[in-house]
């Protein structure tokens, strides 16, 4: 089945540190093959000054996908929009949502959204380096900078850079007195400030974040907005995001069995080249979140030799599973 026009962002992996990373990508592709993947945040400042063929490596079948960059220097960013796409992204996605503090002291992230006009001249300096899409991820607001009338001037201001895809944490960000883990948390949802903004904003398309966590819940997000982006709910339970995909693009349910034996064949290719087998299993720990033999799942993966050995071992596993 072909992949969606690269305009098509009703289902999205959300953009994960320690999480999405290529081989955590190429699992959820096998499970969603039509969502849009994106990565861990990448500082401009590490692709330009760090192992950018590391950093920006990914498997062909992960396409769409897109790299979130981190950074608030357009000059910088453009040189780094560069090197994404000389590396065959399909996409360059702006991070203005992160609240921490690694990031506000480096004057970007959740911090950016003080600042619509520099955020939309790195829009602006992306596009004009890079030829590709430029998306923006952001939140509703900051601290007590979260007023409707801030959000739509700063995603007024990113449009007229020519940025048409909005990606919309629906939580504001404060950005002193919360963990990011609590900045995910504890400010509370505010859907229909995001359902309103597509409303203002009808030219634009807007895709909904956070606390989305079952089928029925992120399929309802679509009377009002343009897409869904799943984060933490899809790395627990990563068979949802296969059930979104199937549901909203009409395709067929992957079995759990065929999953895991692509996975066994990836594995085995990467641990050839010296790839850390945990690198690997410790993405598929949810494959069976809410099944009897979950947890005894979990326990067999965590148990793993790190190389040829394991690899032997997860063989065994996957045949007695598919067996029983």
Sequence with gaps: MSPPALSD??????????????????FLRLLAPHAWLYTEMITARALLHGARERLLAFHPAEHPIAVQLGGGAPAELASAAQLATSAGYDEINLNVGCPSGRVQAGCFGAALMANPALVAECVQAMRDASGLPVTVKTRLGIDDLDSYSHLCEFVAAVAAAGCRTVFVHARKAWLSGLSPKENRDIPPLDYKRVHRLKQDFPELEIVINGGLSAVDTATAQLEHVDGVMLGRAVYRDPYLFAALDAQLFGGVLPSRAAVLEAMLRYAASEVAKGTPLRAITRHLMGLYAGLPGARGWRRTLGELDDGVGGLRQLEQTVVERLVA
């Design 9 to 26: 962002h009703r289902l999205a992996v959300a953009p994960m540190m320690e999480r999405t990373d290529r081989h955590c990508r190429y």
